[in-house]
């Protein structure tokens, strides 16, 4: 079946502009999450979702950035009023559930390469 | 904090040499650790592992997982061109969260 996708590829935005990025997990999958990459960084976790909840927020870098997720499938990152410092890939992941086994195996999509000029 | 500590930062190899990739770290609550080659954007997933011992193997790539030591390591055997990348360690812990090594970028040249 059909993987992690995610919109736009790309996304040029000036500052202080808000932006959109969805993210379409693999089907069946219950857990989503984001994930950001800034460059030459390793992947740093923003947000996940289990159905429609998300439990954790701790990764979200200020109260710019908020995520829902809507009927159990796809979820939207938005990032308000952006900064040149929110410049990166956003990476989302999809696993069957949070629990064990291949619970914890996540996903990823193409990612959304986010430039604030 | 959990913690992922891979090494090299990075490693240049000859095709056809064997590398070994190191990740260990530290967590509160250890679920599994994964794998992932990361070429372009997408990290692709290649290994998990969650019992000390077991190697898991495909084709020229294995990893095994020391959870004593807290520590991991990947083999690539008789490398090729399309091995370069950048090889990512991770770590479930709490509530299934990844975190992340910085990575170690594998370029292999012929």
């Known amino acids: 079946g059909a993987g992690v996708s995610q919109s736009p590829s790309n996304k040029v935005t000036e500052k202080g502009k808000d932006v959109e990025l969805r993210c379409d997990p693999i089907?069946?999958?219950?857990?989503l999450y984001w994930y950001r990459q800034s460059l030459g960084q390793g992947l740093e976790f923003l947000i996940y979702f289990q159905g429609n909840s998300a439990p954790d927020k701790s990764g979200l870098p200020s109260d710019r950035f908020s995520a829902e997720r809507t009927g159990g499938s796809v979820s939207t990152l938005t990032i308000q009023r952006t900064q040149q410092e929110d410049s990166a890939v956003y990476l989302c992941?999809?696993?069957?559930?949070?629990?064990?086994?291949?619970?914890?195996?996540?996903?990823f999509g193409p990612g959304t390469r986010l430039t604030v000029t | 904090e959990d913690k992922v500590v891979q090494s090299p930062l990075s490693l240049v190899v000859h095709e056809g040499d064997t590398v070994t990739l190191n990740c260990s770290y530290e967590v509160t609550n250890f679920r599994s650790l994964l794998w992932y080659k990361q070429e372009k954007k997408a990290p692709t997933f290649l290994f998990m592992l969650t019992s000390s011992g077991i190697e898991k193997k495909s084709g020229r790539l294995s990893s095994i997982l020391d959870k004593k030591e807290l520590f991991s390591i990947l083999n690539i055997t008789a490398t090729q061109t399309g091995d370069s990348a950048v090889y990512l360690c991770?770590?479930?812990?709490?509530?299934?969260?990844?975190?992340f090594g910085t990575g170690t970028r594998l370029q292999v040249t012929l």
């Open positions: 089907s069946g999958h219950t857990a």
């Open positions: 991770a770590n479930t812990g709490t509530a299934s969260k990844l975190t």
């Open positions: 992941a999809s696993s069957l559930s949070l629990a064990g086994g291949r619970g914890y195996e996540q996903y």
